[in-house]
Each structure stands twice: as structure tokens, then as C-alpha cells.
């Protein structure tokens, strides 16, 4: 019988624990789901209307030229999905063959080889035939792509850390503590008494120090993605940079247009005169015309349709997110505001209290695991390492360290990327059938319901109630632990293509991952300041 109840004690707290983790799991897996296919979508979208109209709008010329811009497309999917994409290189390689073919268009009655190209490519920032255009796209792009990419990894990021959690198994003086908990009313003829509501927190409190442990870390994560979600919100909003995008390279388009005759004309005082093609073409044939995009007046005025759907979006996760601060210290209040679990605090009279029916007298003990030392009712091993503990909070760590630098408008370093489809993550809860929305409870805290018992949260030892060494000398069971191209391109400029993908070195792999404190606050030195 004893080693039934003790199993049956561990089942109940199992299932207690893994369904809450679970549930919160699940609705942040969802949040980041939902997020990716907007994101997708809003891309897909920006691709297909940008093909349309420069297609409309440049005819053949842009048809003959095309893979320049979905080359760009290509390399913003990239990076959202690997991350493993210098977006400042890609946006530069992508305006310096947009020169190049630009300047061989407009110069059609020559012939240029590679060389005079390489040539044409060195004077580009020094002639800027494209105005401000590129500097002022790039920063936003670059910024709205970084933040973007970490809001939405550390979704997944998150949702893993709590999945993760569940596999955390209780100790076998935690099992015993559960079992005095819930088997003993039993044995004392009491089969429907629940334990007290306080005498409840301190157990979990000690069969849940490891979780507790994740909760400075976690706050940290909430803080730093409270602050990326501003971001989204403002400067960084990833729908007002790509939707109009076609408008800012058309405009960088026209601005090469207009300067056209004097751009050629340095080139050529710096380069050489080329020499005349076998047929001189008529030019006029390949002039651009002025563009005239027919969109919506609500785009026309620099509104869009799409704005209130990522507003709602963002904010919400936002909320979700915020929601969850605390969760792994109020995490044993959550369990034992069940009524399955233990009593309702205004029964504190009529409860089990580990040794008889009547009001349990000890305070709730600290959070943690330094803190249980003085915790009555479970031994917890202070000097005992978790290295699943560990492996969550260095995730943690990492992702809050990205966040920050994606917030400040720095580069963040992705190497580990090994999404099949982009922006995809790793791993999920298992409460598929849970509802994702309203995780609500019957404490006093507006955190997922959490309740704050009774008592207060100070950490002197106080003498055990009657029997309770007695009790505590069972013999349970023991706890069970038991987009590439197949085409040649040129890369005149003379700088590395941005397709390339940059071989991980085990210095960069060791400082990306094993100092995110270093990272954290030392990562400008690393990252390009825009």
C-alpha cells in the first residue's frame, strides 16, 4: 500500500506539473506560429506585388534583369530562416549589380567586359547614383530584419526552455514529502482531506527549487522582449519597411535616371572611354518610364491595410508574454490552487497539515534552491547540479542577450540554424488540445492565475509539526528517471557574395554561445553600430 500511494503521489504531481508546463508551452509555440505566417505571408505578399509592378512599370528590361531583385528577396528569406546572412553585405552587393546593370543599360552603345564592370563598381560610393536611397533602406531593413528574426526565435526559444522543464524529474525526498501529503490522510481513515494550503507551497516549493531557479533569467527574457515589441511597434516595424519597398528602389531607380548622363560621364573620365558595340542601339528604346504604382489611398498617405493586423499581433503576444513574468516562482501556487491538490486557504482549520486535521502553524519558505535549506517538510540538496537546469537557463541567457542587441539596432550572430522552413523552431508542448487563449486561475495574481497563500515568505527554520520525522520515514518507490541560383553571377564589386555561407569556427561558435553575458554587454564591439 505504501508503495502505491507513493507512486500514485508522483503520477498526480507529474501530471500536476507537465499539464501547466504544457499549457504555457503550447501558447507561446502557437504565438510564434502565428507570428512566422504573418511574417511569410506579408514577404510572399511584398515579392509578388513588387514582380507586378516593376514588371509593369519596366516591361522587358526589368524581365531581362529580374533576378537581381528576386536575388534580393531570396537573401531577406535566408537570413530570416538561418540567420546566417550578412544583410549589410547583401543590400551592398545588391545595389552594386543594380549599378552595374543600370549603367550598362544606359550606356547600351558600348561594350563592357568584366574588367571595365570591376571598374564601374569601384567609383559607386564615391558617385552614389542612387542618392541616400541604399544607406537609408539598408539601416531599415537590416534593423526591422534583425529585431524581427530574434522576436520571433525567441518565441520558439521560450516555448522550448518550458518543454524542456517538464522533463525534470522530482527527487525521491520530494516523492516521499508528496506522499506524507497526499497518502497519509488516508491511513488515518481522512481519504477526502486535502492537505493545507501553505503546507502545500512549502512541499512544492521543495519539489520545485529547480524550476524556481529559472526565474531571474526568465524575468529577463520577458524584459528584453517587452522592449523588442516597442521596437516592432516604431522604428523597426517590419510591414512599413518591406510593403513600401518597391517604391524605395524605384526611387533609387530614378534618382540613377536623372543623374544618369553625369555618372556615366565620371565613370568614364575614371575608367577609360569603352568601346562603341557593333550596332549602335537607340537608347530612347530603353529609357524607364516615370512610375506610377496603383495603390490604395490609404498607401498613397503612407497607411496601410495590413498595419492593425501586425498591431494586434504584436501586442497580443506582447501581453502573453508579459503574462508569464514570475511564472516559475509562483509556479507551486499555481499547483496547489487546485482544489485537487490541497485545501482552499479559508480552510485553513479543517486541513492536513502532515501530521493531523488542524491549521498548519510553519511559514512559506523562500524561493529556490538556496532557500529550501530552511523549507520543513522536503530536503533539497543545495550542491546537487541539474544540467538540464543549467542547459535552459544558458538558452535563456543567450536569447535575452540577442534581444538586447536586436533592440539597440546591432547585429545579432545566429550559427545553430537548422530550421527545414524559415522561421521555424524546435520542439513543442504536448497539450495540443489545450486552448491557447485565457490560462486562468482562482489566485489573487494576475500572472496565469497564481495564488500568494498565506503566510510569509521568510526563511527561519521552524520546529517540525508532531510525527512529522516519523512520517517522513517511508520507503516509496523510487522516482522514475527513473533560394540558390543554378546561374553564374559576377561579383564585380570585390567583395564575398552574400550567398556565401560563413564556415562556424570554434572560437565564434565558443563566443556566441558560451559568453552571452560577454555578449550581452559587449556586443558592439563585435556588431556593426548603425
Known amino acids: ?55 509593369k512599370t519596366y516591361g522587358i528590361i526589368y524581365e531581362q534583369n529580374s533576378y537581381v531583385f528576386t536575388d534580393l528577396f531570396e537573401e531577406l528569406e535566408r537570413y530570416y530562416a538561418k540567420g546566417q546572412v550578412d544583410l549589410g553585405e ?11 546593370k543600370m549603367f550598362t543599360v544606359l550606356n547600351a552603345q558600348y561594350e563592357f567586359d568584366d574588367k571595365y564592370l ?93 524550476q524556481a531557479e529559472l526565474d531571474a ?63 549602335r542601339r537607340d537608347t530612347t528604346e530603353l529609357e524607364f518610364e516615370s512610375l506610377q504604382f496603383e495603390r490604395s489611398e490609404d498607401a498613397q498617405n503612407g497607411e496601410s491595410n495590413i498595419v492593425p493586423t501586425l498591431d494586434k499581433l504584436v501586442k497580443d503576444i506582447r501581453q502573453k508574454v508579459k503574462d508569464t513574468k514570475q511564472f516559475w516562482s509562483h509556479l507551486p501556487y499555481q499547483i496547489c490552487n487546485n482544489d485537487h491538490v490541497a485545501a482552499s486557504p479559508a480552510k485553513d482549520d479543517s486541513c492536513w497539515n502532515g501530521a493531523m486535521k488542524a491549521r498548519y502553524e510553519l511559514q512559506i519558505t523562500g524561493d529556490g534552491i538556496s532557500n529550501q535549506q530552511t523549507n520543513p517538510e522536503v530536503t533539497v540538496d543545495v ?12 538558452a535563456l541567457k543567450t536569447i535575452t542577450s540577442k534581444l538586447k542587441n536586436a533592440y539597440n539596432g546591432q547585429d545579432v550572430e545566429w550559427i545553430d ?37 498565506t503566510g510569509s515568505g521568510g526563511t527561519r527554520q521552524f520546529p517540525r509539526p508532531p510525527n512529522n520525522d516519523m512520517d517522513n520515514n517511508l520507503h516509496p518507490l523510487g522516482a522514475d528517471g527513473g533560394m540558390d541560383r543554378h546561374r553564374p553571377r559576377n561579383n564585380t564589386s570585390g567583395g564575398s557574395s552574400a550567398n556565401a555561407r560563413p564556415k562556424i569556427s570554434v572560437t565564434r561558435a565558443v563566443t556566441s554561445y558560451l559568453l552571452p553575458i560577454v555578449v550581452m554587454w559587449f556586443g558592439g564591439i563585435f556588431s556593426d553600430w548603425l
Open 417 to 453: 540554424a537548422e530550421e527545414s522552413s524559415y522561421g521555424s523552431g524546435s520542439g513543442s508542448g504536448d497539450g495540443n488540445d489545450i486552448e491557447d487563449d485565457d490560462m486562468e486561475g482562482s489566485g489573487d495574481s494576475g500572472h496565469f492565475g497564481y495564488g500568494t497563500g
Open 90 to 100: 547583401a543590400m551592398e552587393n545588391f545595389f552594386n549589380t543594380l549599378y552595374q
Open 118 to 210: 570591376g571598374c564601374v563598381g569601384e567609383h559607386m560610393k564615391e558617385l552614389k547614383p542612387f542618392g541616400d536611397v541604399p544607406h537609408k533602406l539598408s539601416i531599415q531593413l537590416k534593423r526591422s530584419f534583425v529585431a524581427t528574426r530574434t522576436f520571433s526565435q525567441a518565441l520558439n526559444v521560450a516555448s522550448d526552455v518550458v518543454t524542456n522543464m517538464v522533463k525534470i524529474n522530482p527527487s525521491p525526498d520530494c516523492v516521499r514529502a508528496l506522499t506524507k501529503m497526499t497518502g497519509c490522510p488516508a491511513c488515518q481513515g481522512l481519504p477526502e482531506l486535502k492537505a493545507c494550503s501553505n503546507y502545500c507551497i512549502n512541499v512544492m516549493k521543495g519539489c520545485l527549487a529547480y
Open 217 to 279: 533569467d526568465w524575468n529577463n527574457f520577458v524584459d528584453a522582449m517587452e522592449k523588442v515589441t516597442d521596437r516592432l511597434l516604431g522604428p523597426f516595424n517590419i510591414e512599413m519597411v518591406v510593403e513600401p519597398i518597391d517604391i524605395k528602389i524605384s526611387e533609387a531607380i530614378m534618382n540613377f535616371q536623372e543623374n544618369g548622363p553625369e555618372v556615366s560621364q565620371r565613370v568614364f573620365s575614371g575608367c577609360g572611354k569603352p568601346l562603341l558595340g557593333r550596332r
Open 383 to 394: 550542491n546537487r547540479p541539474s544540467s538540464l537546469l543549467n542547459e535552459q537557463m544558458f
Open 1 to 55: 500500500m505504501e508503495h502505491n500511494l507513493s507512486a500514485q503521489s508522483r503520477r498526480e504531481f507529474d501530471r500536476a506539473v507537465r499539464d501547466t508546463l504544457n499549457k504555457l508551452g503550447t501558447l507561446l509555440k502557437l504565438r510564434a506560429q502565428r507570428f512566422d505566417d504573418f511574417f511569410k505571408e506579408l514577404l510572399t505578399t511584398s515579392k509578388r506585388e513588387f514582380h507586378d509592378m516593376f514588371k
